[in-house]
């Protein structure tokens, strides 16, 4: 690669040469010595910050901020939709798959609360335009790729998917609304 090698001269003729690798200082524990030593920072300035070391989350830690933390994002969405009178409800593999979802955002927690967002958008709409009328959602693997594929069920306690019911309602959500209102106005 050219970014890897470099010569004394440049052209098909010239000579490579590996370019000497260089390792990032390791810091398990980042200290304020350390930032004074390698960062250039003066030491009044250093004394006056916190030092907080940052890890990646694995698997483990987002699945236990999803379904253990007091601050859990999908137990908040369960909380608010719960108070409209319908249960929330979720299958292990759509935990599995949210987490796997957020893994890839490499942003920590809040990409749970993202991508629970996405997942349950068109669910929570219906919920709220229409309360009363279901008694439960729930979400599932499918769900986390296609925020239409989750179960429904409604107070009789029939359960339907919920792209079948929004075809049969012929509901649009508030997107959609605003693209008819702006299509119509040209």
Same mark, same amino acid.
């Given at each position: 690669?050219?970014?890897?090698?470099?010569?004394?001269?440049?052209?098909?003729?010239?000579?490579?040469?590996p370019k000497k690798q260089t390792v990032d200082i390791d810091y398990p524990t980042l200290t304020k010595e350390d930032l004074s030593k390698y960062g250039n920072i003066p030491e009044e300035l250093i004394g006056r910050i916190r030092i907080t070391q940052l890890k990646g989350h694995t698997r483990e830690s987002l699945t236990e901020i999803l379904l253990e933390s007091e601050s859990s994002p999908l137990l908040s969405e369960q909380r608010i939709i719960n108070s409209l009178g319908t249960e929330l409800r979720w299958t292990e593999g759509f935990s599995d798959a949210l987490v796997d979802r957020a893994i890839k955002q490499k942003t920590g927690g809040?990409?749970?609360?993202? %991508?629970?967002?996405?997942?349950?958008k068109k669910a929570r709409? #219906?919920?709220?335009?229409?309360?009363?009328m279901y008694k439960c959602i729930i979400l599932s693997a499918k769900t986390v790729e296609n925020n239409l594929d989750? %179960?429904?069920?409604?107070?009789?306690?029939?359960?339907?998917? #919920?792209?079948?019911?929004y075809e049969q309602l012929s509901v649009k959500l508030p997107e959609e609304e605003e693209k008819a209102k702006q299509k119509a106005l040209k």
């Open positions: 690669k050219s970014d890897s090698y470099h010569g004394t001269t440049m052209g098909f003729g010239a000579e490579l040469v809040r990409s749970l609360q993202d %991508e629970l967002e996405r997942a349950i709409w #219906l919920v709220m335009t229409m309360p009363g989750c %179960e429904i069920i409604d107070i009789n306690g029939n359960s339907q998917n #919920l792209s079948i019911l």
